[in-house]
Every structure is written in C-alpha cells, then in structure tokens.
C-alpha cells in the first residue's frame, strides 16, 4: 500500500471516513456515491482533507477484510488505526488508539498466510477466480488491489491529444501517453480534472483505457447506423460518434431511462448531435429494430470484477447468485438482441470482467445456439489488469453472415 498521506491526523475527517464505512457496509450503499454526498456534507473541508476522505475510505473499503483480521476490535478508532498502521504510519498517543499494539500486529501480519485475507476477498470469490482463472487468479487479484490510474480519453471532435496535453500542462496537471491507445491521457498525479475548463468545454472524459478498446473494436466510419444497446450513461456511445466524425446515427439504449439523460448532458457538452436515445421497453422494441444497425455494441450487465480497483466495494456486493444471475441476463441479451445486426454487419460483446464463464464461454454458449447460427467470431481480447496496468474486459468481435 502508498503512503498516501504523510500528514497530521484530525478527529473531523477520521469521523467523516467512519461515517461513509458505516453507510457502505452497514446500509449496502454504493462506495461512489456515500463519498460524494459525505463530501458535500461538509462544504468547510479543505481539498487535503476532502482528498483524505475519499481516498481513506477507498482503501479501506479495499483492505476491510484484512483490516478487520488485524484490528484488536471493531471499534471504528481500532479499524482505522489498524488500516494507518498498514500504511507505514504511525499513530499518535492519542487514548482512541490505545488498544492499538503495533508490534503485535506487524507479527500477526507477517503470520498470515492465508491467500484471500491478505488480498482481502471474500473465500468464495477468491475459490471462483482459482477455479475459473487457474494460475493467472492470484496475480489477477493483486494487480485489481492496486489504486486506478486516472485516464482521459480525447474528444477527438474539438481537439487533439496533443493540444489537450498542452493545454492541461497550462493547468499544472500533467499527462503522458501510452502506446496502443490513440484517444487516452494518463495522468501523473491524481487530481479533480472535473474542475478544469477544458473539462467544462467537452474536450476529454474520464475512461479507463481498456474500456477505450471497446468503442475502437466496432471499426465504425462515418455515415454508419450504430446501436449502443446497454448503454448506460453513454461513456461509450460518446466515444463511437467521436470515431464517427459525428456523421450517422449512434442509437444509444437501454433500460433504464434515467441512466440515457447523463448521455443527453454529456452529448451537448462534448458537441456530439448524432446520439439519439431509446429506451427499452421489452422485447418489441428489439423486434422494431430487427436488421436496422451496420454495427452493435452488447456492452452488457457483468459482475465488474475487471474494475475492482476503481469499485472496490464490489467484493463485498456480490454473491455466487448474483454472478449466476448476471450470466443468465447476458445470454438473454445475445439471445436476442443480435437480431437488430444488418446481414453483413458487425457486433461487439464486452464485459468489464475477467471471468471466462461471462466471457468466451458466453460467446461459445451463443454460437452454437439457433440465435448464433448467422454470426462467426472474428477476434477476441482477453485484456487482464495484470498484463496491461488498467482494468480488465471481455471484447469480442463478430460478423453476421
């Protein structure tokens, strides 16, 4: 773990962290989210202390198994306190902390050696990876623990990578670029870039750069007709009508209407007019569209293990009977929605997780079935976070005959 904060403590923000650990775990609200409104709840917080809080209770959301072992109790002040210690700091006397012996714990650290409390992950998910990822699992594991990188992806429409370079060098935050990702910006340090002009002005979003790989695996042009069937905030929709010179139509849908009006909010600020949005409302509007789209983006519903390190609270959500569910609402959709694919045409079927069993197997499950009958696999990516730094995705690529 960093050593994130080499800093003075303060009762107001360890309070602040306590209170979001007690909504997430306690309630089952999403890590995200808690921070955000326990941020705004305090508007006399610094940008030190807001940084401390957020990223405390980010990494104890990610170590809360393991802290939990070591912790002499449950007692927020013993569970923090732990945690500090773990991160190479030392506490200060104060009487919170008295139950709190740091040798003993550095020899019950240096003891364990059991696989999945010391990367902090529930036993059957860490008993799921090994079955389904064999030797790969444990260095899987231990790259998705690692704190994300944040990368921005250029909005290719109203500049390029490296004028947004230059620009945002302008603003003391800078970036460098990594080979294979035409779009992306990494930055160097952590920072709020939402606060930053060129932000406001539609020049860059926030996305991971394996999520990039997915929008450039359609191969679209300009002029296609492309439908973005689970498509969320649009993050991805955005990215296609981007590769698409905003020229066509990018039919961004899915079933939940609320999620389709960040698109209309992202599209205006990023100067894209080729998104119109659609929600699903069953199978008839799948059947509308039968034969309709040069090109189909399934970005479907998965378990999120690949983005582990930017949703750590995700462990903790999930269930064997969640995934099951998960892979059963990703066969209905390839069971139908492919039908709305032009004879000719091409669709890609993506997950941000790295479990075969929501990935190849899927595919192989739809290829073989009446549904898949038309379609051949082109390529696929197996993109794991601990061969390329960032998260890890499914992407395959198919024609339709």
């Known amino acids: 773990m960093q050593n994130l904060f080499p800093m003075k403590l303060h009762n107001n923000t360890i309070r602040g962290v306590h209170t979001a650990l007690a909504a997430i775990f306690e309630e089952g609200q999403y890590a995200d989210k808690v921070i955000e409104r326990t941020l705004k709840s305090n508007p006399k917080w610094g940008a030190r202390d807001r940084s401390f809080i957020a990223e405390t209770t980010y990494e104890m959301v990610r170590w809360w198994r393991l802290i939990n072992y070591l912790s002499p109790s449950k007692e927020p002040y013993d569970l923090f306190g732990t945690y500090w210690l773990m991160q190479g700091h030392t506490l200060p006397p ?16 240096e003891k364990l050696d059991d696989p999945a409390k010391l990367e902090s992950v529930p036993d059957w998910l860490f008993d799921l990876g090994k079955k389904e990822l064999g030797d790969k699992w444990e260095a899987e594991i231990h790259s998705l623990n690692q704190e994300a990188q944040v990368v921005l992806r250029v909005n290719t429409l109203k500049t390029t990578r490296e004028r947004l ?53 359609l191969a679209v042009e300009p002029g296609m007709r492309v439908i973005d069937a689970c498509a969320g905030a649009g993050g991805k929709s955005l990215h296609i009508a981007a590769l698409m010179q905003n020229k066509g139509k990018v039919l961004s849908m899915d079933v939940e209407e609320w999620k389709l009006q960040q698109t209309k909010l992202r599209a205006r600020r990023d100067g894209v007019s080729i998104i119109e949005r659609k929600v699903i409302e069953g199978s008839k509007t799948i059947k509308r569209m039968k034969e309709t789209a040069d090109r189909l983006l399934l970005d479907v519903p998965c378990s999120g293990l690949g983005v582990l390190r930017r949703n750590p609270d995700t462990k903790w959500k999930l269930s064997e009977e969640s995934i099951e569910k998960v892979r059963q609402t990703q066969q209905e959709i390839l069971q139908s929605y492919p039908s709305m694919v032009k004879p000719g045409g091409q669709m890609v079927y ?50 339709k005959k």
Not at 94 to 109: G, H, S, T, V
Not at 194 to 200: L, M, S, V
């Open 165 to 217: 370079k230059n620009r945002l060098a302008e603003d003391n935050i800078h970036t460098h670029i990594i080979k294979g990702y035409p779009d992306a910006l990494i930055l160097d340090e952590r920072t709020n870039v939402f606060r930053n002009a060129a932000f406001k002005e539609g020049m860059f979003e926030v996305q991971d750069a394996s999520s990039q790989l997915v929008a450039a695996a």
């Open 350 to 399: 993506a997950t941000c997780s790295i479990l075969p069993s929501e990935n190849q197997d899927q595919i192989a499950k739809f290829l073989e079935s009446e549904a898949g009958k038309d379609f051949s696999l082109i390529e696929d990516q197996k993109v794991l976070a601990q061969e390329s730094g960032f998260d890890g995705f499914y992407i395959a690529r198919l024609q």
């Open 94 to 109: 104060w009487e919170e902390f008295a139950k709190i012996n740091p040798d003993k714990l550095k020899e019950k650290y």
